[in-house]
């Protein structure tokens, strides 16, 4: 138990679908964070929401749209994908006081066929 | 552009040897270093930190050295563990930003042989 909690594990979507990704922490965080993780890639930063307010998108595709309803939980909506969008989702949250690091969940092993 | 490097994407070490994970940076505006450990199927979890004010952290098994001026850091795991093996990435915020964010390396597997 990370006490960050993403579900689902595993996610296998059409490009014509809609699904959501579900991020959930209770460890008091103020900031939570969407990264990508493709193959022989670095970890990318997708959203960043800070005390539920969104303080950075990397430029990331509109089929992406990212949910803060609290501070505990994070959700990322999805919509027509494409292949490439095939990668590890990761959720993590922190204290804005950075000397604490992140938490990460396990992740959501999407693949887009 | 790769702000954080870590140019050896494997690294194989015998059990009860030293391991030694590098990492090279290039924004010299990081002054806060983190190296995260990944299991497969699980996030990264934080192993250990370094700020840019000591050139030394030293955690059990773990010690992180930084070396400002080259722009490099190191992690040693003195004596690797069978148990060590995993994907370890390193990870640079820069404070003056007001920036908690962390940029990533591409991480380095390491694989410890009993």
């Known amino acids: 138990e990370t006490g960050v909690t993403q579900t689902p594990r595993h996610l296998v979507m059409g490009m014509t679908n809609k699904k959501s990704l579900k991020c959930e922490q209770h460890?008091?965080?103020?900031?939570m964070y969407w990264y990508k993780q493709s193959a022989k890639k670095p970890l990318e930063l997708m959203f960043v929401?800070?005390?539920?307010?969104?303080?950075e998108n990397n430029s990331v595709p509109s089929r992406f749209s990212p949910e803060c309803p609290n501070s505990s939980h994070l959700f990322l909506h999805l919509h027509t994908l494409q292949p490439e969008d095939s990668a590890l989702y990761l959720c993590?949250?922190?204290?804005?006081?950075?000397?604490?690091?992140?938490?990460f969940g396990s992740g959501t092993r999407l693949t887009v066929v | 552009d790769q702000q954080v490097k870590q140019n050896s994407p494997s690294l194989s070490v015998q059990e009860g040897r030293i391991s030694i994970l590098n990492c090279d940076y290039t924004?010299?505006?990081?002054?806060?270093f983190l190296w995260y450990k990944k299991y497969p199927a699980e996030g990264p979890t934080f192993l250990i930190s370094?700020?840019?004010?000591?050139d030394k952290n030293e955690d059990g098994r773990f010690t992180v050295f930084l070396n400002k001026s080259a722009k490099h850091l190191s992690l040693h795991i003195v004596p690797s563990q069978p148990g060590d093996s995993a994907v370890y990435f390193c990870?640079?915020?820069?404070?003056?930003?007001?920036?908690?964010?962390?940029?990533f390396g591409k991480g380095t597997k390491l694989s410890v042989i009993p």
């Open positions: 993590a949250s922190s204290r804005v006081e950075r000397a604490y690091g992140y938490t």
């Open positions: 929401y800070n005390f539920k307010e969104q303080t």
């Open positions: 460890l008091g965080h103020n900031a």
């Open positions: 370094i700020s840019s004010i000591k």
């Open positions: 924004n010299s505006m990081f002054d806060y």
């Open positions: 990870a640079a915020s820069d404070s003056g930003a007001g920036s908690y964010q962390l940029t």
